[in-house]
């Protein structure tokens, strides 16, 4: 077991490093930042004051190297535009995309769950095929575009709900639901498959054998064992999710980290746009290392000898 | 994680409704994409200030020149669909082919050698992974400037992963396989056998792949262009045409309707088309 977290530690580690530098390099794609910074109108002399203030003028590798450096002990960097740490930028608009990842997922387990359950229990039945139809509709649903229908309805029609803002937690909801669409798919696939497994195995014959109820044995054998993966890929899925709320955050005017890197991609704030890149894939490596373990240790067969 | 079997349902392949049903809606979007310039009722980027926001052909007021009314700039709504199905096709199909160069060549080297290769090659998977998509293209756009040609090369760039992790999976079956051994044996080359025995078997796999991955392109191409970073304007992307008409959506919410609409159909149909497929060569998509 510690072999194992070691092991997924150090890839872990790797990665990130491997993240960094693609950011770094990503970041100074555009060429001469200092130029893009010092704005349209600015001056050969406030060019170079621009360089020599954000230490542009260093060699690329040792900008790398101090960046890097500097990251490790959590520090990165200044922004730009709002001329604060870039970490307490990202601090301050983390809670909102956090928020909005968790009511993401709840709505979706919340669906998923059922739906995938009751289409294994009805496996090819017309409701078991409604189930799957579901799933691709899902599937191709624009997110952007679901969000603004749903506006338009939910919000301006019907006024249920708030349109755009963080005000109160209702409005997270839409949004919550928008994200929800992202993960669904594949939740009730898991779920479903997860649970035609079980329902096909010999302890549930057993189960049955013995004259237990039908909801005991669906919800406390079979639930139990399809729900090992279910739960490992919501935590994957969450990870996809906090990436990907940066267009539901711009559609919703949700002031969220993707919010932040939408802003900073506008402005050429690239210690903001290299830093929110790093956090975000460590935050998904962590969330796989999270599933990783959690398979680990709900499944005792996965840790191996 | 446990391997999901593909059910044996009652109507499978071509059999199946469904199928046909994204045969059909791909072969509508695939005439829409090549004859374009044929099928277009009116110039998609001619511009006429007087036939501003024409509701279309289901609602009062409507001009029957212009079936599915006219944008915000007097533009005809239906042209600028079908041109932008063009654009979301282009998108999707070149972007599948840049990501499956890269994504196959890894996972075939990776399943086929194993060993140290094959540990570099699940490194480079789970850093994709971990890397944001969206936020990666825009900011490429964002400092590079919007234009189709880097957007295919991004979205390639970043979108290889599910093409390296069934290519790597298949071909680790395959490579034990007898006929494998038997090119071996036989004094066959490695890229004899890779070219000749391993890739012709994998490649039902990756079809179904493909068609998953061409609605990803053509989905992310619409969220990126609807953000503003995607295809330059005056272009009519879907994701660009819902992005203009984002300020008339509560005045006349049919202007985000159609190309939405548009969307999600042809996508569902791609989905609808792969799916089928899939249960035609009995392939695996899930790692």
Redesign the interface.
Same mark, same amino acid.
């Given at each position: 077991m510690l072999q194992f977290l070691v092991r997924r530690l150090i890839?872990a580690i790797?990665?990130a490093a =491997?993240?960094m530098t /693609?950011a770094f390099i990503? =970041?100074r794609? *555009?060429g001469d930042l200092a130029i *893009?910074i010092a704005g349209p109108n600015a001056t050969q002399a406030d060019v170079e004051a621009v360089r020599k203030a954000y230490g542009l003028d260093r060699p690329l590798t040792v900008q790398f190297f101090d960046w890097v450096g500097r990251a490790a002990t959590g520090d990165l960097g200044e922004s730009y535009f709002f001329k604060t740490k870039v970490s307490k930028l990202i601090g301050e608009r983390m809670p909102i995309t956090i928020t909005l990842g968790l009511t993401g997922l709840v709505i979706a387990l919340l669906v998923s769950l059922p739906l995938g359950i009751l289409a294994a229990v009805r496996?090819?039945t017309a409701l078991d095929?409604v189930v799957q139809m579901v799933a691709?509709?899902g599937?191709?649903?624009? *997110?952007?575009?679901l969000g603004?229908?749903l506006? &338009?309805t939910l919000g301006?029609q019907l006024g249920w709900l708030p349109i755009s803002g963080t005000g109160s937690w209702q409005h997270y909801v839409m949004p919550g639901i928008v994200l929800a669409f992202s993960a669904i798919p594949a939740l009730t696939? /898991?779920t479903r498959?997860?649970m035609?497994?079980a329902m096909g195995s010999d302890y549930i014959r057993t189960a049955r054998a013995k004259g237990l109820s039908r909801a005991s044995i669906l919800l406390k054998h079979a639930l139990r064992n399809a729900a090992i993966?279910v739960v490992?890929?919501a935590a994957v899925q969450l %990870?996809f999710m906090? @990436? %990907?709320s940066?267009?539901i955050e711009?559609v919703f005017a949700l002031h969220g980290v @993707?919010f932040l890197?939408?802003e900073s &991609? %506008?402005k050429?704030d690239?210690p903001v746009?290299q830093a929110?890149?790093l956090v975000?894939?460590?935050i998904?490596?962590a969330l =796989?290392m999270v599933a990783d373990l959690m398979n680990a240790v709900l499944d005792p067969r996965l840790r191996g000898p | 994680m446990s391997v999901v079997s593909v059910t044996a349902g009652p109507k499978r392949g071509w059999k199946s409704v469904s199928t046909w049903i994204g045969a059909v809606i791909v072969g509508i979007a695939l005439i829409c994409a090549i004859f374009t310039p044929l099928l277009v009722p009116h110039d998609p980027f001619a511009q006429d200030l007087s036939k501003r926001l024409l509701p279309p052909f289901w609602m009062a007021g409507t001009n029957p020149d212009y079936i599915l009314g006219t944008d915000q700039l007097g533009r005809d709504y239906l042209s600028r669909l079908i041109w932008g199905c063009r654009i979301s096709m282009l998108i999707g199909v070149t972007v599948t082919v840049v990501s499956a160069l890269i994504g196959i060549t890894i996972g075939v080297l990776g399943g086929f050698l194993g060993g140290r290769v094959d540990d570099a090659v699940l490194f480079a998977i789970t850093t994709r992974l971990s890397i944001p998509p969206v936020l990666v293209a825009l900011a490429v756009a964002g400092l590079l400037g919007s234009s189709m040609t880097l957007l295919v090369l991004t979205l390639g760039l970043l979108l290889w992963d599910r093409f390296a992790v069934v290519a790597r999976s298949t071909t680790m079956q395959v490579r034990n396989l007898d006929f494998v051994a038997a090119a071996w044996c036989a004094g066959c080359s490695r890229f004899r056998i890779l070219a000749g025995e391993v890739l012709p078997n994998i490649a039902s796999h990756l079809v179904v792949v493909a068609t998953l991955e061409i609605a990803l392109a053509i989905l992310l191409e619409a969220a990126l262009s609807f953000l503003g970073l995607g295809v330059p304007p005056p272009l009519p992307s879907w994701g660009l045409m819902i992005a203009e008409a984002k300020d008339y959506m509560f005045f006349s919410p049919w202007v985000i309707v159609i190309p939405g609409v548009a969307l999600f159909v042809l996508v569902l149909g791609i989905n609808l088309l792969g799916d089928g497929l899939r249960d035609l060569f009995g392939a695996r998509t899930d790692p």
């Open positions: 890839v790797l990665v =491997t993240v /693609l990503l =970041t794609l *555009s *893009s496996e090819n095929r691709l509709l599937q191709a649903m624009p *997110s952007f575009w603004l229908i506006m &338009i301006l696939r /898991l498959a997860g035609i497994q993966p490992a890929i %990870g906090l @990436g %990907g940066i267009v711009q @993707g890197a939408w &991609i %506008g050429n690239f746009v929110v890149v975000l894939a460590v998904y490596v =796989t | -």
